[in-house]
């Protein structure tokens, strides 16, 4: 693999995603043998909107290669506050970093903060863009749970504003995967991720039930459906609940149905499928730390 | 028609650039495209939806004055991709030109996402891949398809 920056899932092809994966997997295999891999390197964290699993996620990643982070803190205290551009705030803090990691909530902005700096610059969600290390992980977790050949996958939940959404759909059209995309109406796909899907040639399979289609799934991949999005909060109770989940839902499901979520999740999965076979969400952000420990060692690697 | 038709409708220009072959009813567009309203004071002839062999109708324009920039030429390629472009001095054509369309367009138009960074004050330009019927936004992907010369950059 050799990308000075990951930005997007869509620059990832079959041979990259197969050698991050597998390179996750030998370090799921023995920790051990890469905890001092990178003593001394130093991972710049910017983060312009409150995350807490994806931050951890990558200071454990880079504590567990032997480094360390610098941290731009939160926003109210950094010079973004006194009206700083982004371009100017990354060029500033490559120069305490050997690598960045950029959150921030316009769609774009880790594009363009890549164009001016030289040290590898991680996207770690870029407005209701894309999340490609989110999206690394989740292929991990499908390879490991279902495996990459005749999957049939459901995506359901919030699929207009999802970011992992369009990270991860846009990934399996690497694979063999047949996607159901379901939705409330006023919540799919949008224009530019239909587009790029059919340019790969996928097709989309639009429910707007997950009855229609949950008897052949292989994965669910459940998505919070934003309180926000709809205009009053009736509409948002009537419609986010047609798309929760609990055991009983999922009598008519395979027995080995997979079911994933990005968290945080609210009520789109009752508690009671936690303790179920089908409950594998939490082994899914777990596996964000070899997953990104792979990403950070292939990087860092390739840019020394 | 004879030429003293052809006069009265679209009068000669000395020096400037005359925009022929623009797919019949874009000719407002293409003025949007150059920025020309009217208040800059040089002569613009307009004629709309003319008979042609090749379009069918066609519209040209004339701009006294001006002559187009890459931007301004790569923006009307996408609007009018079958118009050609002549430039005048001294009355005489000097150059003859069909427009190409190009693979990307640079500053020239604005995202219509407003959540997109290149909307903000960063220093980048605008920056559109041209797509099979549309262009896409580089930095957050938003495709336009539809009326590209509202979305013109503001000077």
């Not at chain 1, 030998?26 to 409150?50: C, K, M, Q, V, W």
């Not at chain 1, 880790?110 to 969600?125: I, Q």
């Not at chain 1, 499901?253 to 009671?272: F, G, Q, S, W, Y």
């Amino acid at each position: 693999m050799r990308h000075d920056h990951i930005i997007s899932a869509k620059q990832l092809s079959r041979a990259d995603i197969e050698a991050v994966l597998d390179h996750a997997a030998d370090i799921a295999a023995d920790p051990e043998a890469y905890a001092e891999r990178h003593a001394g390197t130093l991972l710049g964290l910017l983060f312009f909107e409150p995350s807490t699993r994806t931050k951890m996620s990558f200071t454990t990643a880079m504590k567990r290669l032997g480094g360390d982070i610098v941290d731009m803190g939160s926003v109210e205290s950094s010079s973004v506050k006194k009206g700083e551009s982004l371009a100017d705030t990354v060029r500033v803090v490559e120069g305490y970093a050997d690598a960045l990691v950029l959150r921030h909530p316009m769609e774009g902005s880790s594009k363009m903060a890549s164009e001016f700096v030289d040290v590898p610059l991680v996207n770690a969600g870029d407005g209701a863009g894309q999340h490609p290390t989110q999206t690394l992980l989740d292929l991990y977790t499908i390879r490991e749970n279902a495996g990459f050949d005749d999957l049939s996958i459901g995506i359901m939940g919030d699929l207009k504003y999802g970011r992992t959404v369009h990270s991860l759909a846009h990934a399996l059209t690497n694979v063999d995967a047949h996607q159901h995309f379901i939705s409330p109406e006023s919540l799919q796909l949008p224009r530019s991720v239909r587009y790029d899907l059919h340019q790969e040639g996928a097709e989309v399979r639009e429910h707007t039930e997950l009855d229609e289609v949950l008897p052949e799934l292989d994965v669910l991949y459940v998505t919070r459906i934003q309180r926000e999005r709809f205009p009053d909060e009736s509409e948002y109770r009537e419609v986010a609940g047609q798309y929760q989940i609990d055991s009983e839902t999922l009598a008519a499901a395979k027995d080995d149905l997979t079911v994933m979520h990005p968290l945080p999740r609210v009520d789109e999965i009752a508690h009671d499928i936690d303790d179920t076979e089908y409950a594998t969400y939490f082994e899914q952000a777990h596996n964000g730390v070899p997953v990104r420990m792979a990403l950070l060692d292939m990087l860092l690697e390739a840019n020394e | 028609m004879t030429d003293d038709d052809q006069q009265l409708r679209v009068s000669k220009i000395r020096n400037g650039t005359v925009i022929d072959h623009i797919t019949g009813g874009q000719a407002l567009n293409v003025l949007a495209i150059l920025g020309i309203d009217g208040t800059s004071g040089d002569s613009v002839s307009v004629a709309m939806n003319m008979p042609s062999d090749r379009l069918g109708k066609k519209d040209i324009v004339k701009v006294e004055g001006k002559e187009l920039s890459q931007n301004e030429v790569d923006v009307l390629s996408l609007i009018a991709p079958a118009a050609s472009i002549n430039i005048v001095r001294d009355f005489e054509v000097v150059e003859k030109a069909r427009v190409e369309r190009p693979s990307m367009v640079e500053g020239v138009l604005e995202c219509p996402n407003h959540n997109c960074i290149s909307t903000e004050d960063e220093p980048v330009k605008s920056r559109f891949a041209v797509v099979d019927d549309g262009v896409r936004c580089e930095y957050c992907e938003t495709i336009i398809r539809d009326n590209l010369p509202a979305h013109i950059l503001a000077e």
